[in-house]
Structures are given as C-alpha cells and as structure tokens.
Nanobody, 117 residues
C-alpha cells in the first residue's frame, strides 16, 4: 500500500558521513512510525532508528550520538544522517513504514552503505 524508495548509500571512509533518504508514497494514516534498519552479510536485520508521527525518536545504542533521524512531513521523506562512520556500520540499510494501530507496514528495497579505507 505504501511504497518506499531509499537513496544515498555509497562508499565512505571511516570517520566520514552519509545521509540516507526515504521517500514514501501512497495512502498513509496519521498515526504511524518510520524507521531505518540495517543488515550485514550473515547477520540479522536490526533496528537503527525510529521516528514517530508525533516527532519522538529512538536510536540503537550503537549509533547514539552519531546518527540522527528526521522527517519532513511535507514531502513524506525520512532522513538518516550518519556521522563518524565505522567499519561495523557497513550494511544494507532499509526504510520501514508501520501503521501503529493496525500493525501493518512495508519495506523499501534497501541501499548499500560500505565503510572502508
């Protein structure tokens, strides 16, 4: 129902920065949350950051102080600003949309972030 398109991934050196974008389209309810997840080869997909319709945010401990999630309601775009990138941040990053009351949602196809010297 809701389509998500991520962009902004690429190759960056340790200590560098990247900003990911996720554009949502389709019919959306007012009570919702959007988040960023990541999955490295051979590992489980994990939550990186979430932002709720009310504006509150939540981060994984591993990215606190380095990553910032934000939302532009006018364009239905969610951003993930990633600073001080580390080798362990290398993964495919996925955007997720979820209806809080219904418990339904959708995933983007992902964008690859590679941190390497």
């Amino acid at each position: 129902q809701v389509q998500l398109v991520e962009s902004g991934g690429g190759l960056v050196q340790p200590g560098g920065s990247l900003r990911l974008s996720c554009v949502a389209s389709g019919r959306m309810f007012s009570i919702n949350t959007m988040g960023w997840y990541r999955q490295a080869p051979g590992k489980e997909r994990e939550l990186v950051a979430r932002i709720f319709s009310g504006g509150s945010t939540k981060y994984a401990d591993s990215v606190k102080g380095r990553f910032t999630i934000s939302r532009d309601t006018a364009t239905n775009t969610v951003y993930l600003q990633m600073n001080s990138l580390k080798l362990e941040d290398t993964a495919v990053y996925y955007c997720k949309y979820e209806e809080i009351l219904a418990g339904t949602g959708s995933w983007g196809k992902g964008t690859l972030v590679t941190v390497s010297s």
